[in-house]
């Protein structure tokens, strides 16, 4: 997988990557640690793979992408993407995500027809683990058409959502799914969800929509 990409407007397609990743630092991914978008130009992530384990020591963890971060004027496109890996896992300490583990910027972000297929494993305290995304500081998150199916087991007894562990509530969620066994939460976890491990809800914005979707 490539560690960092820091683009302009720019179609990342039909790729994959089927080793082993392990770092010791935060934003690590099986197919991208780090994905800073900060043109006015719009960039996609179309029909892309990850398979092997993925290990990271810190935040934002994730089987295709470790940190989404869009800072510019345009959105990023994550669709048609998936991480499998039902014999192995996506381990990091906090920030955790089947698909992707941190999601950050003020401008749209969509994930489309995405899935993860694995174990997610969180081992920080009070970490955000999710099926597919484990953290979305994001204001203007939309996950379309996506699930997750497997394990999700977060020794550090934070925030764990079957589909996301945290995000707010300008985000949407419809004809999603989540299908999570839920493993070693701890005696005292901050917020377990099937779909949504925690909604930041702010009165001033707008209520998040969650349409067709389950656990």
Excluded: C
């Excluded at 174990?119 to 996950?143: A, R």
Aim: hydrophobic fraction near 30%.
């Amino acid at each position: 997988g490539s560690a960092t990409m820091s683009l302009g407007s720019s179609t990342i397609q039909n790729s994959y990557a089927t080793g082993v990743v392990t770092g010791d630092a935060s934003n690590v991914g099986g197919f991208i640690g780090y994905l800073r978008q900060q043109s006015s130009s719009p960039t996609t992530l179309n029909n892309n793979y990850a398979t092997g384990s993925v290990t990271g020591v810190g935040d934002s963890v994730g089987g295709l992408a470790g940190l989404v971060l869009n800072l510019s004027s345009s959105s990023v496109m994550i669709s048609g993407n998936h991480y499998d890996n039902q014999s192995g896992s996506v381990t990091g300490d906090y920030n955790v995500g089947g698909l992707i583990g941190n999601i950050q910027g003020n401008q749209l972000v969509t994930t489309e027809k995405n899935y993860a297929k694995t174990k997610v494993i969180g081992t920080g305290i009070d970490g955000d683990i999710g099926g597919l995304v484990g953290y979305s500081g994001n204001s203007k998150l939309n996950i379309d058409q996506s699930y997750f199916e497997g394990t999700i087991d977060n020794n550090g007894a934070g925030l764990t959502g079957g589909l996301v562990g945290e995000m707010y509530s300008t985000s949407w969620i419809r004809d999603s799914y989540a299908k999570a066994t839920f493993l070693n939460l701890g005696s005292t976890p901050s917020g377990v969800g099937g779909l949504i491990g925690k909604i930041n809800y702010d009165a001033n914005q707008e209520d998040p929509f969650i349409i067709n979707s389950y656990s």
